[in-house]
């Protein structure tokens, strides 16, 4: 089952006990344990050490990329293989969706939750109110943004936010735009969270990582979920692996294909590949 296992590295080395900046530089050094599901590089990673390599990114001011992936991500990148080979080029690919810490689980990783999108974005603000340095935002149209916006600074009263941007609607990638990437370097922000969808968003950090000094993220539906516009699964139906079956009720028009062809197409993949 070659498609099924990849290639798989577990190199983790650890750390004695240090404070949070000192574990951030320290987690710079070294790299993650990964494996490859179905041509897709996953790391296996927690929130913490995601939260503070992220820390140690922002403070050196490194560009990054960050990748959220779950069944839908890893299928497009299947079907996509120049998306695929942008995405295994990230500096993190996070497992978003429980099928993903399944997957690695059974190859020996012990992973106590996946690391999903929108709770990855609450904490990572926490962060960015914590160090003081600014976020930005991209995606999702005028209105969600602003109640996004609105919602996050309520919940994190000290939060700066240094840009924030809701681009004209498109199928196809956004046109480059030199006056807004400068707005982005010149707003300082340390992390700037992508909500265009995938795959439009890996596309777009994939394009513009080298030219930001920030870390890019991918985010997807956390734009709409903080938002107040559309309703996160309960919590038992998200560990049970079911969020799909909720976010398919609600929007089925918009979802059946992702969730009644891609997750059948990913399980036989998986085993038979």
Not at 138 to 145: A, F, I, K, Q, S
Not at 177 to 191: C, K
Not at 208 to 236: C, I, M, N, T, Y
Not at 249 to 262: D, F, H, K, T
């Amino acid at each position: 089952m070659t498609g099924a296992t990849g290639s798989t590295s577990s190199t983790r080395s650890t750390t004695p006990e240090l404070g949070p900046s000192a574990v951030s530089l320290a987690l710079a050094a070294q790299p993650f344990p990964s494996s490859k599901i179905l041509g897709l590089r996953v790391h296996a990673v927690t929130y913490d050490e995601v939260v503070g390599q992220v820390r140690g990114w922002v403070k050196a001011g490194e560009g990054r990329a960050i990748g959220v992936a779950n069944v839908h991500v890893t299928m497009e990148a299947y079907d996509d293989p120049a998306l695929q080979a942008s995405l295994n080029d990230f500096d993190l690919v996070v497992p978003d969706g429980m099928p993903l810490v399944w997957v690695l689980r059974r190859r020996g990783f012990p992973l106590p939750d996946r690391v999903y999108g929108p709770e990855l974005t609450l904490r990572l603000c926490a962060l960015a109110e914590e160090d003081g340095f600014p976020v930005g935002f991209l995606g999702g149209t005028p209105e969600v943004l602003e109640a996004l916006v609105e919602r996050l600074k309520a919940r994190f009263p000290t939060l700066r936010v240094g840009f924030s941007h809701s681009p004209p609607f498109s199928q196809g990638a956004l046109p480059h735009d030199p006056e807004m990437l400068r707005a982005i370097v010149e707003s300082g922000v340390g992390i700037l969270f992508v909500g265009l969808g995938c795959p439009k968003q890996e596309r777009w950090v994939a394009r513009h990582r080298k030219e930001l000094p920030a870390v890019l993220l991918g985010v997807g539906a956390a734009f709409d979920f903080h938002a107040g516009r559309v309703s996160q699964a309960p919590g038992w139906m998200q560990r049970a692996g079911l969020e799909w079956s909720y976010r398919l009720a609600r929007e089925p028009r918009r979802l059946w294909r992702r969730y009644l062809v891609q997750n059948p197409r990913f399980l036989w993949k998986l085993l038979t590949g």
